[in-house]
């Protein structure tokens, strides 16, 4: 059972990236899964999160409008899209499952109980 995050890269200012939340061993739609992000020398804050199967989402309030949070089925991933990137985005970006059917805006961080690697992020010229 685990989860792997990718799709990171260095790309320019105004620019996208697609991250992708990999399930291996459980279905990932059975859980509410959320996208964070750490920067160097801060802490680790929310970017989204999707509920159980398709349900509500969130963004913070930083990439709403830029990012949009998604689940591929057939795949078993939950993806992430990231437009118009700006090089205050750069990070490294987690993914993260709970097995819960409220809503992913209600699960706290500490109560996911399965991460993924991590994927950096570097938005740059």
């Known amino acids: 059972v685990q989860l792997q995050a990718s799709g990171g890269g260095l790309v320019h200012p105004g620019g996208s990236l697609r991250l992708s939340c990999a399930a291996s061993?459980?279905?990932?739609?059975?859980?509410?899964v959320a996208w964070y992000r750490q920067a160097p020398g801060k802490e680790r804050e929310t970017v989204s999160c999707?509920?159980?199967?398709?349900?509500?989402?969130f963004y913070a309030g930083s990439v709403q409008g830029r990012f949009t949070i998604s689940r591929d089925a057939a795949k078993n991933t939950v993806n992430l899209q990231m437009n118009t990137l700006r090089p205050e985005d750069t990070a490294v970006y987690f993914c993260?499952?709970?097995?819960?059917?409220?809503?992913?805006?209600?699960?706290?961080?500490?109560?996911?109980?399965?991460w993924g690697q991590g994927t950096l992020v570097t938005v740059s010229s």
């Open positions: 993260a499952a709970e097995v819960t059917g409220r809503p992913c805006v209600l699960v706290k961080q500490h109560e996911y109980d399965l």
């Open positions: 061993g459980f279905t990932l739609a059975d859980n509410a």
């Open positions: 999707i509920t159980r199967a398709d349900g509500p989402t």
